[in-house]
Structures are given as C-alpha cells and as structure tokens.
C-alpha cells in the first residue's frame, strides 16, 4: 500500500511539473506587456524598458521558463504580485483556509443530505418518495449556483435580513458568512451524489449478498446501512472526490459573489487587473491540491473495497478497477 | 458490463424516438428545448422591443403587460432581452460541446485504438490537462483570449476536449473486449474498418448522451464566466452577463436577477431530462 | 425468541396451495401455482426442474426474502412446525431466518459480501441469533465453523476475493449452518462449482446434516445430485409439482411424461446410445401459460382433455403422485 502512495506521489511529479509548463506558456500569450502593467501608463520609455531588462523579459522563452520552474520547484516560490509587490505565497497562505472551509461545508452539506436522498429514493424505488427525490435531483443540477446565491441574497439578507450578503467574519462568529455560500455552492454536488447513491444502490440491493444477508435475519436497516451502502460507496467516493476538486475551483464565482476573499476571488481579481504571476501561481497551487485530492480519493477507494486495495498492492493498473466498481 | 450491442445501423434514430417516446419527462425536455430554439431563432422577428432599446421612462419597470418580465437598469424590456439571448446563451453551449466533441473524439479514438505508446502520450497530456479544475481552466484560457462571445466559445471547447477524449478511449478500451471484434479480427477486417464500423457506432450512445448533458454544464459555465465578467460582454443580452448586471440592483429591482436565471435553469433542466431519456433509450441497460 | 407451539400432527414443514406472482411490465407472471409439498424432520427432499420452473421461488417464499418490488404470494400456507410462517410478524420471521431455517444459494461468487471480512459475515448470523453480546463468543463459533468447513481458522480476516469458488461455497455453508438450523434451503449448492469440488461439497453437506439431523429441501436440475442425496423428490414443471415420490419411485418407475423426458435427457452408460433425446419444445411462457396441462403442448400424450381441463394429481402407487391423466396410456408407451 505504501508502495502504491509513493508510486502515484512520483507518477504526480511530472504531471505537475506539464501543469506548471502549460499554465507558464498560456500566460505568455495574455494580452499586455508585463512592465506596462508594472508600472502603471504613467511610466516613461526609459523605465520601461529598464524594467523589462529587471524582469529578464527579453531572454528566449525557455530560458525564462527555466528560471520560473527552478523557483517554484526547487525555491517555492510563486514570485511577487506584479501590482502589489506582495508575495504570493504569504497571499495563498491567508486566503487558502477560508476556500478550504467554503469547500468542506459545501462538501458536508452535498453529502450530508445528497447521500440520505439516494437511500431513500432507492429504497422507496418508484414509490413517490423516489420521484420527490429525483425531481429535487434535477432542479439540483439545473440552478445555477451563482443565481442561486443572488436568490438567497434577497431573501435572506435583502429581504429577513438574517444572514450577511458579503465578505467574512472572524471567529465563531464568522461562521454564519459561509452558510448562504455553501448552500448555493452545494446544490450541484448534492443532486449528482443523490443520483449516483440511487443509481448505485439499485445496483446493490439487487446483488445475491444483499439476499444472503436477508436470509440471515439481517434487519431490513442493517441491510441497508451495513451491507448496501458501503458496496455503494465508490462511484460516491468519486463523486465527491471530482466535487472537491471542482469546487476549489468553482468557487471563484461563490467567493466573488459573497465576496470572500479566498484563492477564487484572488485569481479573478487577478485576472481583471492583469496581474499574472497570481494567475499564474494560484493555477499551479490549485492544481498540485487538485492532484492530491484525486490521490486521496483512489486510497479512499481502497479502503471501502478491500479488492481494490488487493490491486493497487499487486501493481495492476487501477482503471480496470473503475471499470469494474 | 457487457453492453447489448444491436446493430446500430438498422434501429438508427427512429428506434430511439420511439423508446424516448414513451419516456414523458425526455419529452418534456425535448418539448421545452426546441420551443427555445425556435425561439431563439425567431426573436428578431418576434420580440416585442429590440433588446438595446433604451426606455428610460420604464426604468425597473416592474413586471406588467406591456413590458412581460419588466424592464432592466435602463429601461430595456427583460423578456426581449432574455428571448434574445437564449440565441448567445443555447450557441455558445452547442457550438462549444460540437467543436469540443469532434476534437475530443478523434483524440480518444486514435488513443483507443492504436494504445501503446500513442495512447501513452495521448494520455499524460490530458491528465496534465485535467489535472486543473475545469473552471479554473476555463478562467485562464479566458484570461488569455481575453472576453467575448467566440472566445468564449473557444475557451469551452477547449475545455471539454480532455473529457470527452477520455470518455471515448474508455468506452473503446471497453468495446475492445467484446468477442465481435474478435470475430472481425478473425474474418480479416482491416484495422481502419473495425474503428469506423465496429468500435465507433457502439461506442456513441455514450457519447451523445455525455454531449448533451454537456451542453447543460456549458451553457453553466458560460453564464458563470459571462457572470464574473470573463465571458460575453454587456450590452449582448447573453443570460449570464445580464444576471451580472442585474446584481447591483438586487435591493431596488430583484425582478432583474429572476428572470434571466430562470431561463438558464429551465435550459439546463431541459437538456438534462432530454440527456436522461437518451441515455435510457439508447442502452436499456443502464436503467433502473 | 418466538414461542414455539409444535404440533406434533403436522409434518415439519408443509407447504399448502402455494401461489407466487411476480409483476413486470404490467404482466403478471405465474412463478408457483398451487404448491403442496411435505418434508420430514432430517429428511431430504429434492426439487428438480428447469431453469425458470419455480423452484427458487419456492425456496425463498419459505424465507420470505422474495424481492421487495413486484412480487407477491398470493395464496397458500408454509407450516414450519405447525406455525404459519406467511402469517409471522417480520420481526418474528427475522429470528426464524438463519437461525432455525437458513439457505445455500446458488452463486458463490456473488453470495457473499465482497467488503466485509468471510469470517465476519459468518459472525453476523451468530450474533444476530445470540441472546448475548459477547463478539469475541461469536467469532469463536464462526471459527469453528470455518474449521468445519475445512478453511483454516486464521482465513477469517480473509476477504471473499482471496478465496476460490469452492472455498466461497463453504463460506457460504458455514453461513447457513452455523446456528444449527432445522431446516436447510440448498438452492443448486453445487452448479457454480467444478465437477470435483461438487462432490465434496455435496459430501460436506450430507456429512454436517446426519450430524445435526437438519432437513433439506435440496433444489436442482441435475438427477445425479439427487440419486446421490434424496430421500424424497418433487419434480417441477411451469411452477406445479407434477410428479412426486420417493427416491426409487421416481428413479425406477417414472410416471409422468416430463420426468420421463428428463430422464430420456440423461446419458445412459450402460447402453450403447448415440444420441440423447431431450423433450421437444420449450417450457410455456410463465406470464402466458396454456389451458389444462402445462406440458400438454410438448406432450407426445397429450389429448384434447390433457389441453382444456385443470388435471389434478394421480396416486400410482403408495406416495408417489402424478400429475397426469393420460398416466396408464404413458405406462404402457402407448401415444
């Protein structure tokens, strides 16, 4: 097993090292030229150009390349913010937290109601419960999660007043300004894990073992909590694993619309205004999370099914296993 | 799980109607899905004001007869608005899973097919492509072209090649196993023949139904790029670009923020219905 | 526990008129249609049919584990020991199950949990039918149990994957019998397995029921399973009984053109025969099935009486039924 974690920490290596190449390239190509952006339109030809010799502007791509890859690999270092000269690994460091507790809640509130929903809709399959859970499903994954938010905006700051629209708190406190976030962020995650939870359930229930613990005088909720819902849990697992990962993601939109100041907001901010090496940066920083994230959730697989973890210590290639499960 | 592989060619699309027939919700989905389209395609001729048409007598008008969904910041009838920009908004989804699936499919199948080293290659590639999180990606190649309604379109595309490169590689690595291949093997076929008429036609239910439910999550995507300002630019009436004018005015006008969200959800909820009913129709096998 | 009330004048198990139907695409399909059947404390009767004929059903009527969606026993009785089990409470029948009757299934492969540890799942049936709490007791007994079964002790922390078929299949055993029932269900115990491991299998059954004196009712298609371990047989055909007997009757004296057909079906090695002669047709749609007699349209016998009356069962000799009218024509050979 930790053969298998150490093989897929080194098979990340090169995958990191494409993402970071790719983003650097794609940003080369964004409109502006950097010391402009710098310097701001006031700046003279002399100053630009000086600049530009500071910054190596000129040297042939690859060897700029080089050097940005040789800082944040072998340094770690992300650079400086172009118009606040503000370190942005110091800047990802402060802003980090308040993204990964948006995400974690809108990832419990996703589970912690999508998966209760699949039971019962596969339970009661056909039964009116199940098509009350389907049709919440459906309008789940429709709703936009950004207008969402603008509705419950209105209605529960605009309108009751009851929760803040914007920004952040602190301590305890500071709770009560991720809850509209992550409910709006979570309406998507919850309908696809209601679905697949239904989607995969059907297909356990039906299973001989099911019938065979039946046959053992199981009580009907043993067989289902104990016995069904954990052969159901890997398309969950992935589910939730691609959820996480998105949502670092797309919780940009969020985190601009309720204004918090996390990895979402810095990136766009830093899109609006040019600002490249956060792009630049905070891409590369997501990614190697994102990375991890998936890493997590293929030894998470492992240890729901214990046959899956047969495999990743006998070496086979683990898609077959995704096929399968 | 070994699929049911009919002779696609004889039961063609008339067969899937008529499964998706009796299938009431996907023919809701359908229903409301091309009465858009009509719609959209009409709405020149049919709107009621022209969507730029500034009214400053109605400013915020609220919803009435005259003006059905009320009037905007600057006195624009909504409900034209909105007509007028199921034509960006339903586009740019199409024309980005299209460009984005063709691309998609040839990469998948010639990793599919030929594995090996190809394959090898193909694949670290786009699991370096995968490896950012889709709106994340969408944000930098936006960031590079810069907003605007084709670049937009070019931004989705690209990001949906990776995934449904994926997904065809996945069903042909799939199909590949089934003995009729095998069979064709042994009757000689050439490689050419077994891609284009053996592996390809059973491997694309699957892929029709991913690009439908595709179009949804883009048109999504695309209001949400257009929502923080990277997508399509006011004054182009495009949904997600008026639910982000509209947000500043959410305290003296919230008739703004509803209209343009709704037709996004009904959008997506049709296309989903729509992809659903598909999925059923065309392999009975996944259906619960 | 339940309360027992044993009637001494019923058999141990008797199944009384027995109808199962099974709901799909709005058509109705007729699985069991009036079963009778009696069985004898340690005694073993065999169920033996097609593919499709009932016999499963049967089985897990019995256990009232029938799928939740779509079926249905419309009618009939399931004495175990003079006690109605279709009448029980759930609760009720949940101590029945795994405790007192249990069952073997047919897949091995699938039978079993593939997340939860093989000795766990034998400890589950322990436990659930233990008056106390004791875990460490209860995977003591499902120890023993696998030592029973020939699996060494150790394998429990083993996961069903680590196993083979065969190996699974005693798994499976151990499951049914590790709470001493009276009554065991052994759907086709042997058919996923190789012809080898059938036997032991088979002999590790027959070994652990003298022990227990514990009932079977064996279910199977396969006449060489049941000259091996019946006392009685039923044969099924379209889900009736359409012939019944001791072991000899039906082996010696095969009365109805069915059972008949199906030995027809068997090789013979001590003749010198070319070809078998399996019966003609197929078995009749469940959800559609014919007037009168269900083998009547693969019956070489068969009169227009065999095609419209509902025909009853014949006695021929003392014990063994038929059900058949044209029984003294299929004697004699006659068509």
Known sequence: MLK??????????????????????????????????????????????????????????????????????????????????????????????????????????????????????????????DSVCMVLALVGVAIPNF???????????????????????????????YILPAISGSTGGLASCARQTRSAMLDVIRADYITTARSKGVPERDVIMKHALKNSLIPIITVMGTMFGHFLGGAMIIETIFAIPGMGTYIIEAVNSRDYPIVQGGSIFL??????????????????????????????????????? | ????????????????????????????????????????????????????????????????????????DMGRDIFSRVLYGA????????????????????????????????????????????AIPGMLLMIVISAVLGPGYFNTIIALSIGSISGMARMLRAQMLKERENEYIEAAQSINCSKFRIITSHLLPNCISPMIVSA????????????????IGLGVQPPIPEWGAMLSAARQFIRQAPHLVYFPGLAIAVTVLALNLLGDGLRDALDPKLKN | MHQKKINTDMPFLSIKDLKVEYKSDGQ?????????????????????????????????????????????????????????????????????????????????????????RVGDQIAEVVSLHSDNNNHAEHEKRAKEMLEIVGIPAERYYAYPHQFSGGMKQRVVIAIALA???????????????????????????????????????????????????????????????????????????????????????????NEDEEWLHPIDGLPPDPTNLPQGCSFAPRCKYATDECRKETIGMYKTQDGHDCRCCRIEAVIKGED
């Open chain 2, 212 to 227: 439908t439910m595709g179009v949804a999550q883009t048109i999504t995507i695309a209001a949400g790029l257009s929502f």
């Open chain 3, 28 to 116: 109705i399909v007729h699985a069991v249609n009036d079963v009778n059947l009696q069985l004898e404390r340690g005694k073993t009767l065999g169920l033996v049919g097609e593919t499709g004929a009932g016999k499963t059903t049967i089985a897990k009527s019995i256990l009232r584990i029938l799928p939740d969606v779509g079926s249905n026993i419309s009618n009939g009785e399931i004495y175990l020991e003079g006690e109605n089990l279709l009448k029980l409470s759930e609760t009720d029948m949940r101590k029945i199950r795994g405790n007192k009757v249990s069952m073997i299934f047919q897949d091995p492969m699938t039978a079993l949990n593939p997340v939860l």
């Open chain 1, 4 to 129: 298998y974690v150490l093989k897929r920490l080194i098979w990340m290596i090169p995958i990191v090292l494409g993402v970071a190449i790719l983003v650097f390239i794609m940003m080369t190509f964004c409109p502006g030229r950097p010391e402009e952006i710098i310097l701001g339109p006031s700046a003279t030809e002399t100053e630009l150009a000086a600049k530009r010799l500071e910054l190596g502007l000129d040297d042939p791509i690859v060897l700029r390349l080089g050097r940005y890859m040789s800082d944040v690999f072998i340094h770690f270092d992300l650079g400086k913010s172009w118009l606040t000269n503000v370190d942005i690994i110091s800047s990802i460091k402060e802003r980090l937290p308040r993204t990964l507790m948006l995400t974690v809640a809108t990832l419990l509130i996703s589970v912690g109601i999508g998966i209760p929903l699949g039971v019962i809709a596969a339970i009661k399959q056909n039964k009116w419960q």
């Open chain 1, 287 to 325: 990614a190697i999370t994102f990375s991890f994230c998936m890493l997590i959730v293929d030894l998470l697989y492992a240890m729901v099914d214990p046959r899956i973890k047969a495999q990743y210590a006998s070496g086979r290639k683990k898609r077959k296993v995704k096929a399968n499960a």
């Open chain 2, 1 to 72: 799980m070994p699929k049911t592989t009919y002779a696609k060619k004889q039961s063609g699309f008339a067969t899937v109607m008529k499964q998706m027939s009796k299938n009431k919700a996907a023919m809701l989905g359908l229903l409301i899905l091309s009465t858009e389209i009509i719609l959209a395609i009409l709405a020149p001729y049919i709107i009621p004001y022209d969507y730029s048409y500034m009214d400053m007598a109605n400013m915020f008008a609220k919803p009435s007869a005259s003006h059905l969904f009320g009037c905007d």
């Open chain 2, 87 to 130: 034509r960006y908004s339903i586009s740019i989804g199409i024309i980005a899973v299209s460009i984005g699936s063709a691309i998609g499919c040839t990469i998948g199948a010639i990793s599919g097919f030929f594995g090996g080293q190809v394959d090898n290659i193909i694949m670290r590639l786009l699991d370096i492509i995968q």
């Open chain 1, 147 to 177: 207008w969402l938010a603008l509705l419950l905006v209105l209605q529960f700051s605009v309108k009751l007043n009851w929760l803040p629209a914007l920004g952040i708190g602190t301590g305890l406190a500071g709770i009560k300004f």
């Open chain 3, 179 to 269: 709470c001493n029932p009276d009554l065991l269900l052994a759907d086709e115990p042997t058919t996923a397995l190789d012809v080898t491991i059938q036997a032991q299998v088979l002999d590790l059954i027959a070994e652990l029921r003298n022990k227990y004196n514990t009932a079977m009712l064996l279910i199977t298609h396969d006449m060489g399973v049941v000259a091996q371990v019946c006392d009685t047989v039923a044969v099924i055909y379209a889900g009736s009984i359409i012939e019944y007997g001791t072991k000899q009757q039906i082996f010696k004296h095969p009365s109805h053109p069915y059972t008949i057909g199906l030995f027809g079906a068997i090789p013979d090695m």
